[in-house]
């Protein structure tokens, strides 16, 4: 086990106009499961692969514990990758493949054998030792490319986004099961993913990555409850936030006709056009003469004990689609107006031009 560091890593394509990673200043304690999230493209998984050994680091360094390995080939490092597509030899069983890097390494036939076995029972792998690959499920294949990582007993762990290929039903199984044994073993892991769900449910820590920079490093609800900007703010929330603009207005926030009220750190600190943001759960639904924004529901998403009712407002600055939690007993219907209103507290405002935060 061991402390990751990333100090000002750069990654630079030959014959790109600029860097994947202009350079990455990040921190990742010992034991700590530390989640690397954004779209495609975002520089994550380069970001991932710099750490590996698998892409060069063109400037500043990398520091497993008090080791640099900027320089370090791949299996000088002490991590075990776990990949997206499994990366199994279908000619070998089960066995072979969690036990083929200790093989190679050569590890005694004893030993080799027990580390095996040890992590099949960890992964409830047991019966299945003598299998092919093509004989297990892709649940199954993806904790045997587990256990493959787990018998070397690496300071690292290194995932890219190996859930992917998996159906809806056993990633959430799966990261259950990874978040888990992550927990039991202890061991630092570096895991990639473009899923905000899956990074929010898995992660002690979660770094957001925009255009290969980071956004914002924290716990998840750090992240939920205070995004420093607008792109964070959008992507971290599922459903995503509601963004209105708006300009500011006697120390409130005015959306079309509509005043939304703020909490007073954002109302001394806006001016001119701001975006204010609202959770879906964070709308209370009100009666009209109240005063409320009103919403065309458009869609109502039934889920049992929610609903997430979408809706149109035509007001100015609101979006096409405005989304709000209710209770799933509450009747809410397609084609009527609801009205809904906030409090301040629930309120995230954001200078919409340079797209920081002001909100406390």
Not at 133 to 154: D, E, H, T, Y
Not at 167 to 176: G, I, L, S, Y
Not at 243 to 253: E, I, N, P, Y
Not at 319 to 328: A, E, K, L, T
């Amino acid at each position: 086990m061991a402390t990751v560091r990333f100090e000002k890593a750069q990654r630079w394509f030959p014959g790109a106009d600029k860097p994947t990673v202009p350079g990455i200043d990040l921190e990742i304690e010992d034991g700590e499961f530390m989640v690397l999230v954004g779209p495609s493209g975002c520089g994550k998984s380069t970001t991932l692969r710099m750490l590996a050994g698998l892409e060069e680091v063109n400037s500043g360094k990398i520091f497993i514990g008090d080791r640099d390995v900027t320089e370090m080939p791949p299996k000088d490092r002490d991590i075990a990758m776990v990949f997206q597509n499994y990366a199994l030899y279908p000619h070998m069983t089960v066995a072979d493949n969690m036990g083929f890097a200790l093989k190679m390494a050569k590890v005694p036939n004893d030993e080799r054998k027990k580390r095996v076995e040890d992590a099949a029972e960890l992964l409830g792998l047991t019966e299945f030792l003598e299998r092919k690959p093509k004989a297990l499920s892709g649940g199954q294949r993806q904790r045997v490319a587990m256990g493959r990582a787990i018998v070397r007993n690496p300071q690292v762990f290194c995932m890219d986004e190996p859930l992917s290929n998996l159906d809806a039903k056993m990633r959430v199984q799966t990261r259950t099961d990874i978040a888990k044994l992550q927990s039991d073993l202890g061991v630092t892991t570096v895991y990639v993913t473009h899923d905000q769900v899956e990074a929010m449910t898995m992660g002690d820590r979660v770094a957001v990555m925009k255009l290969g920079e980071l956004q914002q490093v924290d716990t998840p609800l750090g992240l939920y409850d205070r995004p420093v900007n607008l792109f964070v703010a959008g992507f971290i929330g599922s459903p995503q936030m509601n963004l209105l603009q708006g300009t500011a207005h006697d120390g409130q926030a005015k959306v079309g006709d509509y005043l939304v009220p703020v909490d007073p750190t954002a109302a001394r600190k806006m001016q001119g056009n701001i975006t204010v943001g609202v959770r879906p759960e964070a709308w209370r639904v009100v009666s009209e003469n109240e005063g409320g924004l009103p919403v065309k529901v458009t869609v109502v998403e039934e889920l049992g004990a929610d609903a997430f009712v979408y809706g149109t407002s035509g007001i100015s600055g609101t979006p096409s689609n405005i989304i709000v939690r209710v209770h799933g007993r509450d009747t809410v219907h397609k084609g009527e107006t609801i009205y809904v209103t906030t409090d301040p507290q629930n309120v995230h405002v954001f200078d919409t031009d340079t797209e920081e935060r002001l909100s406390d």
